[in-house]
């Protein structure tokens, strides 16, 4: 926790305004993070610049006087509890930035004059480093599925051992049976083809489908989640303009992971809809939020109706967790 006493430190209004813009970029960011403080966000002005943004905040917290001002820093601490930033603000060290040069002195002739860098969108589309190395490790838990008539398609082991993809992909038992893995069925970080290990089914110990969800559930032969890890199988948040990823096979091609053109159009009635490209082989890909929490199992697209309307739209579909644990807990 923030102590009171270092709200009495000499630092520059200005600092503070920098670091917490930083930190919160978007209006949905700083509306999110008064909701979770607990200011009233009718007395705020939210604004496109976030440095005004965090100065109508700060000024609302002064205004408030007692804990508010405190409990504002406390909460910017608590979720960035590692941030240099912050840590050397509440030391009273103001932290510098290194800023772009004047684009007016270098003979830039487009319109407008002098702009700091920016956030551009609703939400900001900047992850920390290690977004590729954990997105890498979910990578392990995907592999492509060849079912014995020939079809492709893609599935991924969550805990116990246990593989999720769609129910088209491995409609019963039978085809589960007949169906072989490929693991590591991808490109080296030096261009070459990787080893690939096969993968077998065992439905006989377990196997959950529902056509209605289009989800399978089945268990693997052996202990493959301690060889390629597991991706974590619970309820996760998920709305419009979220972003999303899906490891895939696409084409039944080597893994592949698309992440660009990739927001959330649709979020309701067990469903996600997004623009996030995929390809025939795709189906049973996880889907994932910018932080990689499995939020879908990607089954569809094209012009697919948009539940509880009329409208159709060109995008891709995914079932939501919750019905794939739905299935889940009905099944045990």
């Known amino acids: 926790m923030v102590h009171r006493d270092a709200l009495q430190c000499n630092i520059e209004r200005a600092a503070w305004l920098e670091t917490l813009a930083r930190k919160y970029p978007t209006i949905e960011d700083a509306r999110l993070f008064v909701d979770k403080v607990g200011l009233n966000p009718i007395r705020i002005g939210f604004h496109v610049r976030a440095d005004v943004t965090w100065f109508n905040i700060l000024e609302e917290a002064r205004r408030q006087g007692g804990r508010w001002p405190t409990a504002v820093l406390d909460l910017a601490v608590k ?60 990578a392990r838990a995907v592999a492509r599925i060849r079912v014995a008539d020939g079809s492709l398609g893609t599935g991924f082991l969550v805990e116990e051992d246990l593989l999720v993809t769609n129910h088209h992909v491995l409609r019963d038992r039978e085809a589960a049976a007949g169906a072989i893995l490929n693991f590591n069925h991808q490109k080296t970080a030096d261009g070459r083809d990787a080893e690939v290990e096969e993968g077998r089914l065992d439905p006989g110990s377990f196997f959950a489908t529902s056509e209605e969800d289009d989800c399978t559930i089945v268990e693997v032969h052996g202990n493959p989640t301690a060889r390629w890890g597991a991706i974590a199988l619970r309820s996760a948040p998920i709305k419009r303009d979220d972003r999303v990823n899906i490891i895939q096979h696409p084409g039944g ?28 082989g795709s189906s049973g890909s996880p889907v994932f939020d910018k932080d990689w929490q499995l939020v879908a199992l990607h089954h569809s697209g094209g012009w697919i109706t948009e539940p509880g309307s009329r409208d159709r739209f060109f995008r891709n579909e995914g079932i939501h967790v919750d019905r794939i644990l739905d299935l889940l807990r009905r099944s045990r």
């Open 253 to 280: 091609d080597q893994k592949q992971l698309s992440f660009f053109h990739n927001l959330v159009e649709y979020v309701g009635a067990g469903r996600v809809q997004y623009l996030t490209d995929t390809l025939p």
């Open 79 to 138: 979720e960035h509890s590692h941030d240099e930033a912050l840590l050397r603000l509440l030391d009273g060290a103001a932290v510098r930035y290194a800023e772009g040069p004047n684009i007016n002195t270098l003979g830039w002739q487009g319109r407008g004059g002098q702009t700091l860098e920016r956030i551009w969108g609703k939400q900001s589309a900047l992850v920390p480093v290690s977004f590729l190395e954990v997105g890498m490790r979910c």
